[in-house]
């Protein structure tokens, strides 16, 4: 529609109208039975008569669905003003990929960027608009339920993956294979207090400015078209309700043009959490700071126009609002095609189809971390195999985000296994339920036991694995969280696996077999004892759709693992939150000239992670050579070339993730001691060598210095090159403005 077009329109829309547009529902309240649909009406205390204005909703999929919702509603609106549909797809829309903590650890914001093609295609013609998604929150604290949901601790690997994620959904906006993304939470969801879900948040401006706000504004820079408010209080104040943030530094400072929608319910939390006194304040506020969709409350719809109407709000605000919204619509073709790429028949033919999944397949492969490997892995396709654990043979393999995932069509590992192994090579059984006891189901959501997760006799099921196990040359143990463990309203205060798991993997190696333990998990976990008891460890976190066939191309070694972890894991949860990029400290464990005692460190548990930040195996093995610099002095307008030689030393083809880091000495704030710079992936043949360049300019210099100006200072820097954040291979240089 033609600008002056679709401003007759909003000229002519009436107060109500135009509030309508800022609502967003989810589908229920459009169910073609009337009687069914009262129901929310109800629940959520919205004047009926206001339903068929509502302006998008929320979580409804599937093509027909969507435009017979979107036909009954357009009969009904009397300006014909068609909805927006968005949804929560986040890693993946039915072919599910892995979690994106584990798209994390691919260190390949390319292959990432593909993922996000993949489900934009199926989600386009299943009649999606927009997805909720990327989520970048920058995360350090492994309690907290949603790391699973981030792409892991750094800035550098957030802000690329943020790109990637947004360009990737977003594309050339054909309507057929793209769909709009909308960047959350903004900001600093990831860092609430002691790893609590939906606790304060108190970061200084200086850390949120530099390390927190860097993601979401990559996701803006990249075209994203939503913004969404997290649930959390900055400096005291609740984003919902943020004009500084909303105003100031995304709109103004960074010029964002797009919708801001408030995450659900924010705009009605504003009571609870104690800035607003009641819905019409929290409306008010809300709507003033800069939140335009108010997302599954009646809080705008209900309290908008009296506001107005009795002058405590200026008309602006609702225009504003409104207009974007109508933009928004506009961009996406709908007062054209109220449809969009809504298509029954290529919805059947994309979705899930055989390229995708192939897909998926190497995505696996490319997230599964190798933690350990005493020479066990990779197996050879005549050994006698046995897999026991919950997760074995399992289809619940997606994780908590993926709603609409079609359970029947995930590979099971033992399937999998099987697959590839010689015929009658791989044997399986259950050996232990997920979970010690049912008193989590609750918190799960899940009013009673719904079976399989907890057992009447856990020890009867481990003696049956024993038995199978006997039989077997090595024993594969699959075993992990429950996928409710992790992801929204899923912060644990312990993150060790649950008991009787590990109870089944000591009763594994007291077999004397070779042990591989497969970890499934939405976070990092704390996996020293777990060590103690496996040869092998492969972190598959949540691997999706194709989980048993990408986990079974790294168990038979037709890939070679190349994946590194974006999290750092802790040693206990006593370190959480724990991160490589801390800062330097007055009494650093390692350097002081203190007595051990008086140094910051724990006297109890190591200072050291059990893996840390950039660690990975691969089934080969690589030397670096010492770092060369073409100039140990770096000046604005120039560059340093910093390279090393790395050579495969093994007989094993494989990837190498190549790591830069960056510490800079002194600096008039205190300074991280270690950053990631950047990432290369080498691929090298046996006995190959490669010399892998970074080029290191000014601006990777940059931080947020005391005078609050974001830029660099004069001085000493040390560069490291290796294959993880503990490297020490390193070099100085200086840098002279
Ligand atoms: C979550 C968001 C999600 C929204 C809509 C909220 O509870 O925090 O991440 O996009 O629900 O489902
Ligand atoms: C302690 C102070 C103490 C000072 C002098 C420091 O290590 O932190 O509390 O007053 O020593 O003994």
Not at 91 to 102: Q, S, V
Not at 474 to 491: D, K, Y
Not at 570 to 582: A, D, K, L, T
């Amino acid at each position: 529609m033609e600008q002056t077009k679709l401003k007759e329109l909003f000229d002519s829309l009436t107060l109500d109208e135009k509030i309508g547009q800022l609502v967003q529902l989810n589908g229920n309240f459009f169910d073609s039975n009337e009687k069914i649909a009262t129901g929310p009406v109800v629940k959520i205390g919205i004047d009926k008569e206001k339903i068929y204005q509502t302006g998008s909703i929320l979580n409804t999929m599937g093509a027909k669905e969507l435009k017979d919702i979107q036909d009954r509603y357009l009969q009904k609106n009397d300006k014909k003003i068609p909805m927006l549909f968005m949804a929560d797809v986040i890693n993946g829309f039915k072919t599910i990929f892995p979690i994106p903590l584990g798209l994390g650890c691919t260190f390949n914001p390319k292959l990432v960027k593909k993922t996000a093609e993949v489900t934009a295609k199926e989600a386009a013609v299943s009649g999606l608009h927009i997805t909720f998604s990327p989520m970048v929150d920058m995360v350090r604290d492994a309690r907290w339920g949603r790391v699973m949901e981030s792409y892991g601790e750094d800035n550098y690997l957030n802000c690329e993956y943020a790109k990637a994620m947004v360009e990737g959904y977003q594309g050339n906006g054909d309507k057929y294979s793209t769909i709009l993304s909308c960047v959350k939470h903004f900001a600093g969801y990831g860092a609430p207090v002691a790893g609590r879900e939906y606790n304060t948040v108190e970061l200084g401006e200086r850390s949120l400015r530099q390390d927190y706000l860097p993601s979401y504004k990559a996701a803006v820079d990249a075209g994203c078209e939503l913004v969404m408010t997290s649930f959390n209080t900055i400096d005291g104040i609740p984003v919902t309700a943020n004009d500084w943030l909303l105003r100031d530094i995304l709109r103004k400072d960074w010029g964002f043009k797009g919708v801001v929608i408030s995450d659900h319910s924010a705009v009605k939390e504003l009571v609870p959490h104690g800035v607003a006194k009641d819905g019409k304040e929290a409306a008010k506020l809300a709507i003033e700071a800069g939140c335009d969709i108010d997302m599954m409350t009646a809080t705008y719809s209900n309290h908008l126009s009296s506001l107005v109407e009795s002058g405590q709000l200026d008309m602006k605000y609702i225009d504003e609002a409104a207009m974007r919204v109508l933009e928004l619509k506009n961009k996406l073709g709908l007062f054209e095609n109220p449809y969009r790429g809504a298509d029954e028949k290529l919805e059947k033919e994309v979705v899930l189809c055989e390229e995708f999944r192939k897909f998926a397949r190497e995505v696996v492969s490319q997230t599964c971390v190798l933690l350990k490997n005493d020479s066990i892995l990779p197996l050879t396709k005549n050994q006698k195999v046995a897999v026991v654990g919950p997760y074995a043979f399992n289809k619940n393999l997606s994780g908590m985000w993926s709603i609409n995932v079609d359970s029947e069509k995930v590979v099971t590992i033992y399937d999998g296994l099987k697959k590839q192994a010689n015929e009658n090579c791989v044997t399986f059984a259950k050996g232990s339920p997920l979970l010690d006891d049912d008193h989590l189901f609750e918190s799960f959501g899940y009013a009673k036991n719904i079976g399989e997760l907890v057992s009447d006799n856990p020890v009867e099921e481990c003696q049956k694995a024993v038995q199978v196990a006997s039989q077997a040359d090595i024993v594969i143990v699959a075993i992990g969280e429950h996928p409710h463990q992790s992801g929204e309203g899923g912060s644990r205060g312990e993150i060790t696996l649950p008991r009787v798991q590990v109870e089944l993997l000591k009763e594994m190696k007291k077999l004397g077999k070779s042990i591989v333990t497969l970890i499934f998990s939405g976070r990092p976990l704390a996996l020293s004892e777990v060590s103690q008891y496996s040869d092998a460890m492969l972190q598959c976190w949540f691997p999706g759709t194709e989980g048993g066939d990408g986990i079974a191309d790294i168990i038979y070694g037709k890939v070679n693992p190349s994946a590194r972890l974006s999290m750092t894991f802790p040693y206990s949860v006593g370190q959480c939150p724990i991160y490589y990029n801390e800062m330097s400290t007055g009494r650093p464990a390692k350097g002081s000239t203190h007595s051990k005692r008086f140094t910051s460190r724990y006297i109890d548990i190591p200072n050291e992670p059990t893996y840390c930040f950039g660690y990975g195996l691969t089934y080969s093995e690589f030397k670096y050579s010492p770092i060369e610099l073409d100039s140990h002095i770096l000046t604005p307008n120039s560059s340093i070339k910093a390279s090393v030689v790395v050579e495969n030393i093994s007989e094993q083809e494989g990837t190498e993730t190549v790591q830069l880091y960056i510490r800079d000495l002194v600096g008039s704030v205190v300074r991280p001691i270690k950053e990631l710079k950047g990432v290369q992936k080498v691929l090298l043949k046996p006995n190959e060598s490669q010399k892998v360049e970074f080029i290191i300019t000014e601006d990777m210099l940059r931080f947020v210095r005391k005078d609050m100006k974001f830029a660099s200072e004069e001085g000493d820097f040390e560069i490291f090159i290796g294959k993880d954040s503990s490297t020490e291979n390193k070099d100085t240089f200086v840098l002279k403005k």
